[in-house]
RNA sequence: CGGGAUAUAGUAUAAUGGUUAGAAUCCGUGCUUUGGGAGCAUGUGGUGUGAGUUCGAUUCUCGCUAUCCCGACCA
């Protein structure tokens, strides 16, 4: 895969995940196969967040004024946001901003929701489209100008230690569905320049693309009380004092697929994690004339058995060779392939097929075939993930000195490097690199490293990388 | 948003200021096939959009829209 950006774009259209010939800059159609894996993906953070999260939805336009309390904010985003300004040919009295992102949209109502202690924490969270009027390039589920699959968390509590502790649950329940699809990543703290605008602070997941540019996958903000201030959310206090209550918000994207698609592909298509996948095995039934119904039989017969314990299974009876099917489905990147042919069934063998290592097994017919496919999902879940931390954790490396940042990056690398956290040093370095800051993966730690730009004593661990 | 490039069939492409825009692939139909992308026959389908130049524009010029590369910004 020597030019990632044309892959990823053509297998998007091969695997027909979607369509990006929608005849608008940065919003593309969801193919039925490509909604397939975008709806088990929202399952995986459904499951998780069910939990203690209620599901709600808000309204998608917000007023102009709402949008604009928040300065810190509004300023944020002041350059992406859509307006609707008409009704049919009236003009509107007031703009309404379509979301770029629901703050805005929702703590109006937190405010008259929130009394007293009692009814605190609120946990809610929606799945919803946003939009933002993106100028740079845009690539379908990277840099989009509709987010169609924004999932976004956010939650009230009635002190700081509360929604610092939310905030790493947060950050816990993130790194369960990225691993659940077998996404590495790493984790840090965005400087105080890259935070989410009013966020007291920002864990940010990013994971690294085949070519050695990051991509920010998932963002868990401490809120602290700036946006309660500025949309008066207060509540009363067990000793009868009105204060005003803490808020966190974290929220993931189309670019959680994009991050799976990324993560374990290969030339010859897709590879999905077993967690995502439209359908677990393909049973490929291989039929000439004679003995076409015996083959056709033993495989509904399996298909059944498999079905029924749960797992998602298809067959491809299409009037095709079989090699045109293999190629099909390992574009396709379902994990697991059935097939089995009248030579087979004379043996009462067949063949299952496994997409990520091309490894193939012969299985006999006798054998329990769904705990075998099972076992086989559970090790491919585990081997994705196995292999892509690796790749990971290779490609970060650790440097001394900023002159080793330009050909660590160009060697398609993440850099780490020990830091004094200083805000100035921290857009020198960028500016000087070139490079972005991410953040910090280690704050506050030990070490007699020193700023390998001011020279100060270095406090924190930092990466730095190209982003998307 | 600034700089550069591009736009021909579903896809990737060839050609042209003037009769009917061509081959591939895909798709449809028929027959023979089917253990790693089948063969033959036959058929459908095309110059992004608006204006200008011109007797005549898919071709030349400009705007718009979209796409690709580089930069600023951003998730």
Known sequence: MENFSEWFHDILEEAQITDSRYPIKGMSVWLPYGFQIRKHTLNVYKDLMDVDHDEVLFPML??????????????GFEDEVYWVTHGGKTELNEK????????????????????????????????????????????????VREITTF????????????????????????????????IPYLISKRPEWDKFPGAEYTMAFDTIMPDGKTLQI??????????????????????????????????????????????????????????????????????????AEEVMAKCSEV??????????VQMDTRDIRPGKKFYDWELKGTPLRFELGPRDLKNNIAIIGRRD????????????????????????????????????????????????VAPAVEDEKVVQFYWCGDEECGQAIEEETNVDVLGLRE?????????PHCGKPAKHLALMAKTY
């Open 357 to 404: 290592t091309g490894e193939k097994i012969e299985v006999n017919l006798d054998d329990d075939i769904a705990e075998i496919v099972s076992n086989l999902l559970t090790s491919i879940e585990t081997d994705l993930k196995a292999k892509a931390w690796a790749k990971l954790e290779e490609s970060v490396v650790t440097v001394e000195s900023l002159d080793e």
């Open 151 to 182: 999932a976004e968390a956010h939650t009230v509590h009635s002190s700081a230690e509360e929604c610092k502790e939310q905030t790493d649950e947060s950050v816990r329940i993130y790194k369960a569905i990225f691993d659940s699809m077998g």
């Open 96 to 143: 309404l901003a379509i979301r770029p992102t629901s703050e805005t949209s929702m703590y109006p109502m937190f405010s008259l929701w929130v009394r007293s202690h009692i009814d605190l924490p609120i946990k809610q969270y929606q799945v919803v489209n946003t939009f933002r009027y993106e100028t740079k390039h845009t690539r379908p589920l990277i840099r």
């Open 218 to 291: 998932g963002t868990c903000h401490n809120l602290g009380t700036t946006f309660a201030k500025t949309f008066d959310i207060t509540f009363e206090n067990k000793e009868g004092e009105h204060e005003y209550a803490y808020q966190t918000c974290y929220g993931i994207s189309d670019r959680v697929i994009a991050a799976a698609i990324a993560a374990h592909g290969d030339e010859k298509g897709l590879v999905l994690p077993p967690k995502i996948a439209p359908k677990h095995i393909t049973i490929i039934p291989i039929i000439f004339k004679d003995g």
């Open 303 to 312: 298909k059944e058995a498999l079905q029924a314990k749960g797992i998602r």
């Open 443 to 451: 704050e506050n730690i030990e070490t007699d490293k020193v700023c």
């Open 62 to 75: 917000i007023p102009e004024a709402e949008l604009a309390k928040e300065g810190i904010h509004v300023k």
